[in-house]
T-cell receptor, first 113, second 109 residues
């Protein structure tokens, strides 16, 4: 099993550009989520999904969209990048409940100029 | 008020020392508690879940105090490989988790 994979590992964007951060898991997990991690702050939940076709907002959803067309994939879209979105983004998955162990991907480092 | 608060450290301890971290949480209805470990520029990984009765895994002991709304992590006989940031995690509802900012530990030879 590859676990949770994320691409790209690094990305530089200009303000106003859009892009999609990819996340995939091969563990047949129902629950998937996206977090951002900023210095001096804990990981903050952006969006999550409890199964294919179901998504919901987390703590900091503004400026991001998600979709869950398959169990395996959970892409995060930045609609119009802003410098405030410079961060490290982690995707995570767990079998069903958030209370279970979260398996994190290696992260995507994003710089918005 | 933050959902989860931790002392950011850093804690610098010699090899073999015992070190303890505390974490407080604000939601008295929280039911699930965890400690995650995050190495520099890596993803967080589960260290251990925290149960009401307290639990131990080798050199690591986690305890929960619901009355005072804090959880603790004790590391005995610290190793160089224990150097990392330790994240306190508490569930905030059915489908989300709240992460502390992390406590940074450096074990010195």
């Amino acid at each position: 099993n590859a676990g949770v994979t994320q691409t790209p590992k690094f990305q530089v964007l200009k303000t106003g550009q859009s892009m999609t951060l990819q996340c995939a898991q091969d563990m047949n997990h129902e629950y998937m989520s996206w977090y951002r991690q900023d210095p001096g702050m804990g990981l903050r939940l952006i969006h999550y999904s409890v199964g294919a076709g179901i998504t919901d907002q987390g703590e900091v959803p503004n400026g991001y969209n998600v979709s869950r067309s398959t169990t395996e994939d959970f892409p995060l879209r930045l609609l119009s990048a802003a410098p405030s979105q410079t961060s490290v983004y982690f995707c995570a998955s767990s079998p069903l409940l958030v209370q279970e162990t979260q398996y994190f991907g290696p992260g995507t480092r994003l710089l918005v100029l | 008020r933050k959902e989860v608060e931790q002392d950011p450290g850093p804690f610098n301890v010699p090899e073999g020392a015992t070190v303890a971290f505390n974490c407080t949480y604000s939601n008295s209805a929280s039911q699930s508690f965890f400690w995650y470990r995050q190495d520099c520029r890596k993803e967080p990984k589960l260290l251990m879940s925290v149960y009401s009765s307290g639990n131990e895994d080798g050199r690591f002991t986690a305890q929960l105090n619901r009355a005072s709304q804090y959880i603790s992590l004790l590391i005995r006989d610290s190793k160089l490989s224990d150097s990392a940031t330790y994240l306190c995690v508490v569930n905030g509802g059915a489908n989300n988790l709240f992460f502390g900012t992390g406590t940074r530990l450096t074990v010195i030879p």
